[in-house]
T-cell receptor, first 113, second 114 residues
Framework: AQSVTQPDIHITVSEGASLELRCNYSYGATPYLFWYVQSPGQGLQLLLKYFSGDTLVQGIKGFEAEFKRSQSSFNLRKPSVHWSDAAEYFCAVASRYGNKLVFGAGTILRVKS | GAVVSQHPSRVICKSGTSVKIECRSLDFQATTMFWYRQFPKQSLMLMATSNEGSKATYEQGVEKDKFLINHASLTLSTLTVTSAHPEDSSFYIC??????????FGPGTRLTVT
């Protein structure tokens, strides 16, 4: 069965510092990979996705993620965090043959000034 | 593009009553819609998948008679929580998809059952 692990429940970074949120997945083949962001009481916004090709993908709001097949990882990065980035971030995977998303537990990002 | 709306955004109902939540894809036709439930400080749990014009497929442990899903058109799906109880209080989120692997999420509906 597919599973997604986000090992960090909470992360606190200073505004302007770099950020990396970790995501590992377990799946028999390379799935589709996604990062979503959720502000309190809101739905999910897609930050970026990986389907195939270049393993470094660029997303919105200055985020990027790198797919590493050997590590089954899809970590999210941002070189300089802004206070408005404080939110909860979810990594998700989907089978290439189906539509269902499997989500990680989420990482809450706090930004301190 | 790819905007999904939900209505209502918040609803309070009394125990034993039913409540309907609408999910609409505003600028695309969604062949598949999904309904999720999110408990406080937890991730999203898929409840069911619905394709336009056919019966929804429920995940294991989700009562289909309690959570009625209708996907009557390519832009509208509804979730009806029947005979609601306080334990049904939660944040319900829908998503819509027209391409395999991509889902676009609504803003969610906060249900409180008193």
């Amino acid at each position: 069965a597919q599973s997604v692990t986000q090992p960090d429940i909470h992360i606190t970074v200073s505004e302007g510092a770099s950020l990396e949120l970790r995501c590992n997945y377990s799946y028999g083949a390379t799935p589709y990979l996604f990062w979503y962001v959720q502000s309190p009481g809101q739905g999910l916004q897609l930050l970026l996705k990986y389907f195939s090709g270049d393993t470094l993908v660029q997303g919105i709001k200055g985020f990027e993620a790198e797919f590493k097949r050997s590590q089954s990882s899809f970590n999210l990065r941002k070189p300089s965090v802004h206070w408005s980035d404080a939110a909860e971030y979810f990594c998700a995977v989907a089978s290439r043959y189906g539509n269902k998303l499997v989500f990680g537990a989420g990482t809450i990002l706090r930004v301190k000034s | 593009g790819a905007v999904v709306s939900q209505h209502p955004s918040r609803v309070i109902c009394k125990s034993g009553t039913s409540v309907k939540i609408e999910c609409r894809s505003l600028d695309f036709q969604a062949t598949t819609m999904f309904w999720y439930r999110q408990f406080p400080k937890q991730s999203l749990m898929l409840m069911a998948t619905s394709n336009e014009g056919s019966k929804a497929t429920y995940e294991q442990g989700v009562e289909k008679d309690k959570f009625l899903i209708n996907h009557a058109s390519l832009t509208l799906s509804t979730l009806t929580v029947t005979s609601a109880h306080p334990e049904d209080s939660s944040f319900y989120i829908c998503s819509a998809s027209w391409v395999a692997g991509e889902q676009y999420f609504g803003p969610g509906t906060r249900l409180t059952v008193t």
